[in-house]
């Protein structure tokens, strides 16, 4: 079977992970359905990751795709993945993460059931390792949404599973220079200017966070001091969503005023979205800006 009659991508971006990057690779092997490819990015890893993959792909279980690039940070590994992605329908699976074992079986007969032209993906649970749900099941009266609604009936993550095309069409995302620390969600966010996710109450994703160093999840302060203009990209998108409910993207003016002032950006007023609101709030932009920068006076750099 060849790339272009598979149904779903999952890609996984790693850095220095192949001693738990086996486990997503076993829980791909045990998928009910294999209408799937696996691309796996490989962000400049100084361990034995490419060995590992080599093997896999010698194992002959999945049809996997090994591109090994420059470390860049998570969103240049999106970029890279979305770039070579030829499947209709793609979803990002962390190299600490993993599938329960019909996943991709869920995901194809949901979207053939339900899908269509107009929809931007779906919308799956993440659950812990114990099967339970992070932040619990999705209201059954929940069929569809924006993610500028979503937040406000589940309070968790998520895995979220798109049309390949609607993404080609925004990537790549710019990438600052000395920038390691952009969030990929700014990919899902343009899209939500446009569709909403199907809603399915179904485990597509099991989560084990890791107390590591490099998650994503820890020193977020430092991430904001260190990648200034990628937030305040972020904030901008969120900005633009008029669905967005008003509190939030005050408070997205208030990050985004801060993100300008450690990026040193003169053209702050110029690029929001929202001026006046941003005018209003540009004591409160300072306030947090100085706040971050006392936070993290004495943090050090660490890769991802």
């Not at 220095?16 to 990015?41: G, K, P």
């Not at 790549?172 to 909403?196: S, V």
Request: charged letters at 20%; glycine letters at 6%; aromatic letters at 12%.
């Amino acid at each position: 079977m060849t790339t272009r009659q598979k149904t779903l991508t999952v890609f996984t971006c790693t850095y220095n992970r192949a001693h738990i990057l086996v486990r997503t690779y076993e829980s791909l092997c045990r998928q009910t359905s294999d209408d799937f490819l696996w691309i796996v990015v490989d962000d400049g890893s100084t361990d034995n990751t490419r060995e590992k993959v080599e093997q896999w792909k010698r194992e002959g279980k999945l049809e996997i795709e090994y591109i090994h690039k420059d470390n860049g940070g998570l969103l240049s590994g999106y970029n890279t993945a979305i770039e070579h992605i030829e499947t209709p329908l793609c979803t990002c699976i962390d190299s600490d993460d993993y599938m329960p074992d019909d996943a991709v079986e869920s995901i194809i007969d949901f979207w053939a059931k339900n899908g269509s032209d107009s929809y931007a993906g779906m919308i799956g649970l993440d659950t812990y390792t114990d099967g339970q749900p992070i932040g619990g099941y999705f209201p059954d009266s929940l069929h569809e949404t924006y993610l500028a609604y979503f937040y406000k009936w589940h309070q968790g993550d998520v895995k979220m599973v798109h049309r390949t095309d609607l993404l080609k069409k925004v990537a790549p995302m710019p990438m600052f220079a000395g920038e390691k620390f952009a969030n990929p969600i700014c990919y899902h966010l343009a899209i939500d200017l446009e569709l909403p996710m199907l809603v399915a109450n179904k485990a597509f994703c099991v989560v084990e966070y890791q107390d590591k160093s490099n998650s994503m999840s820890k020193n977020l302060f430092y991430q904001f001091v260190q990648s200034p203009k990628s937030f305040a990209r972020m904030r901008v998108l969120n900005m633009k969503n008029r669905r967005m409910p008003y509190l939030m993207r005050l408070r997205n003016a208030i990050h985004y005023t801060s993100s300008c002032l450690l990026a040193k950006d003169g053209q702050w007023l110029r690029n929001t979205p929202m001026p006046i609101t941003t005018i209003i709030t540009g004591p409160l932009g300072i306030a947090l800006a100085a706040y971050l920068k006392w936070q993290t006076r004495h943090a050090t750099s660490y890769d991802i």
